[in-house]
């Protein structure tokens, strides 16, 4: 039986990939570069512990005469001084809320965030949608020495709350995340990707709609 719900953030609980993309392309046109916007498309689900950067900038090397520091500090001051600003409560995917309600009124379930992001974004994104009182646990993988698609996150939530592996559902969409989960022995669902092409196969079940997550737990 299934005893607490964990839910990655982006992509799953705020549709803010999508608004970090138009970012990247911003940033494309501003400095007027000759990338392909989908080689940004690796960073969508990674954390600093992957080095994700050095790969990227190995696709993208000979397309600027930046370096690979330089490149990473542009690109930065770029996003941050980009007029566009990210807005969670604007961007929190319909099914969310009522999801979040079920779980906890109707449930009584134990849910968590687990996110590979800042605590500090987890946090903001959490507060802005006015949904972190549903949430008895946030975890960023900025607090592991390894994040997705090491398990260590999830195992770190199912400890914190006493269950067993199977006991806890998971719901992501980058395969990173699915990874972490299926090595940590649970089941995951996955929001489908409509967005990256992402490979999905490895979760239990992919799903449109968060509201499938009832529909999951009452079969």
Request: overall charge negative; glycine content about 4%; hydrophobic content about 35%.
């Amino acid at each position: 039986m299934i005893k607490a719900v964990f839910f990655d953030c982006d992509g799953v609980l705020v549709d803010s990939e999508r608004f970090d993309q138009a970012l990247n392309e911003d940033f494309i046109r501003d400095y007027h570069l000759d990338i392909d916007p989908k080689a940004f498309y690796i960073f969508v689900g990674s954390s600093p512990s992957l080095n994700t950067w050095d790969t990227f900038y190995a696709g993208v090397a000979d397309k600027t005469e930046w370096s690979k520091e330089e490149f990473r500090e542009i690109y930065r001051n770029h996003r941050r001084n980009n007029p566009r600003k990210l807005q969670f409560k604007g961007i929190l995917f319909e099914d969310v809320l009522r999801t979040l309600r079920y779980l906890k009124e109707e449930r009584d379930m134990k849910v968590a965030c687990a996110s590979s992001s800042s605590p500090e974004y987890i946090e903001r994104a959490l507060t802005e949608c006015e949904i972190k009182p549903y949430f008895d646990l946030q975890v960023s993988g900025y607090d592991f020495k390894k994040s997705k698609p090491s398990p260590d996150i999830y195992l770190f939530c199912r400890d914190q709350m006493g269950l067993r592996s199977e006991e806890c559902l998971v719901i992501e969409d980058s395969p990173y995340g699915i990874e972490a989960a299926v090595a940590a022995g649970m089941p995951v669902l996955a929001r489908r990707d409509t967005l990256f092409s992402m490979d999905q196969s490895k979760a239990m079940r992919i799903i449109d709609s968060l509201d499938e997550v009832r529909f999951f737990l009452e079969a």
